[in-house]
């Protein structure tokens, strides 16, 4: 099973609005990622998990607040977003360095919209 | 942090023509891994191909091949007999296997296949 899900597919949200995005893995993968991506762009680095712990956090606003409950699940808590947060969040997992395989693996990503 | 350059934005070519994305990295690293992802208009992000750096022979997969210059910090992808399918943005990355679980994507390089 090489697959990573993503729920929910899309999210329309107001400013004053909690929601959450949720993702899973079950590859073993102990790497876990949150990017944000506009349209044709490449995607931005959000966090990383490592062993279920924040390892990296690219600078994010307060206002997406990450959670790894588990080595096959990765949250993202959304409060008080605003407009030009609307983009695709994608979710990825991989295996940490030193293993046989390194490559990420993708979630088709959830489409969020801001009103 | 390694920069990865995508210098063509878009390409276009012919069905079942052959067409060269190219890719250029910075990094004083030996050891490391790169990747082609495609992603197709509102749809996942998959794996292309994947190289490592410590290995000479170029990877092929199917119809993509790439061209592997390591002192040239060059890595591009060939796909040969292109399909409809085949149109999507494709994005190159880096892996550093001393820098924790990182990936360094390229801007991105939007293929169009003409029937």
């Known amino acids: 099973d090489t697959e990573v899900t993503q729920t929910p597919k899309h999210l329309v949200m107001g400013m004053t609005n909690k929601k959450s995005l949720k993702c899973e893995q079950h590859?073993?993968?102990?790497?876990m990622y949150w990017y944000k991506q506009k349209a044709k762009k490449p995607p931005e680095l959000m966090f990383v998990?490592?062993?279920?712990?924040?390892?990296i956090n690219e600078s994010v606003p307060s206002r997406f607040s990450p959670e790894c409950p588990n080595s096959s699940l990765l949250n993202l808590h959304l409060h008080a977003l605003q407009p030009e947060d609307s983009a695709l969040y994608l979710c990825?997992?991989?295996?940490?360095?030193?293993?046989?395989?390194?490559?990420?693996?993708f979630g088709p990503g959830t489409r969020l919209t801001v009103t | 942090a390694q920069t990865v350059t995508q210098s063509q934005p878009e390409m276009s070519v012919q069905e079942a023509e052959t067409v060269t994305l190219s890719c250029t990295y910075d990094?004083?690293?030996?050891?490391?891994?790169l990747f082609w992802y495609k992603q197709p208009p509102s749809r996942q992000m998959i794996l292309v191909i994947r190289?490592?750096?410590?290995?000479?022979q170029n990877a092929t997969e199917n119809r993509f091949s790439v061209n592997f210059q390591k002192a040239a910090k060059s890595f591009s992808l060939k796909i040969s007999d292109s399909q409809l399918g085949d149109a999507a943005m494709y994005f190159c990355?880096?892996?550093?296997?001393?820098?924790?679980?990182?990936?360094?994507f390229g801007t991105g390089t939007s293929l169009t296949v003409i029937p």
């Open positions: 990355a880096y892996r550093s296997p001393n820098t924790g679980n990182q990936f360094y």
């Open positions: 190289q490592e750096a410590y290995k000479q």
């Open positions: 990094t004083s690293e030996s050891d490391y891994y």
């Open positions: 590859m073993g993968h102990r790497a």
């Open positions: 990825a997992s991989s295996h940490l360095p030193g293993t046989a395989t390194y490559e990420q693996y």
């Open positions: 998990y490592s062993y279920e712990k924040l390892s």
